[in-house]
């Protein structure tokens, strides 16, 4: 079992640059494949961007490549996603997420969920 609790969001205007935390408790974090994924109004959640537990091994989704970066700090229990070049169609909950080793990719979606963080990009 891991608590997820995600922190940074905000407002920001496009353009700009905001970076979320997920902080995570519960086992060694370096086990972990996390990721983040978004929700904006009125539309399905969708996944942004992932960070396998072998190291070097990150996905995006088409949407934020070149603008968004993960990155994670094991020592600190920490995932990180660095948002650059806001657009307002960026707006949305973000959410963190992990499942143990390879499991996410086995079953199609993590096991672990934090309670999200709210992003807007004004235009």
């Known amino acids: 079992q891991v608590l997820l609790v995600e922190s940074g969001g905000g407002l920001v205007q496009a353009g700009g640059s905001l970076r979320l935390s997920c902080a995570a408790s519960g086992r060694t974090f370096s086990i972990y494949t996390v990721g983040w994924f978004r929700q904006a109004p009125g539309k399905e959640r969708e996944f942004v961007a992932r960070?396998?537990?072998?190291?070097?091994?990150?996905d995006y989704a088409d949407s934020v490549k070149g603008r968004f970066t993960i990155s994670r700090d094991n020592a600190k229990n920490t995932l990180y996603l660095q948002m650059n070049s806001l657009k307002s169609e960026d707006t949305a909950v973000y959410y963190c997420a992990a499942a143990v080793g390879n499991r996410w990719s086995n079953n199609g979606e993590p096991d672990y969920w934090g309670r999200g963080t709210q992003v807007t990009v004004s235009s």
């Open positions: 960070d396998n537990w072998r190291p070097g091994m990150t």
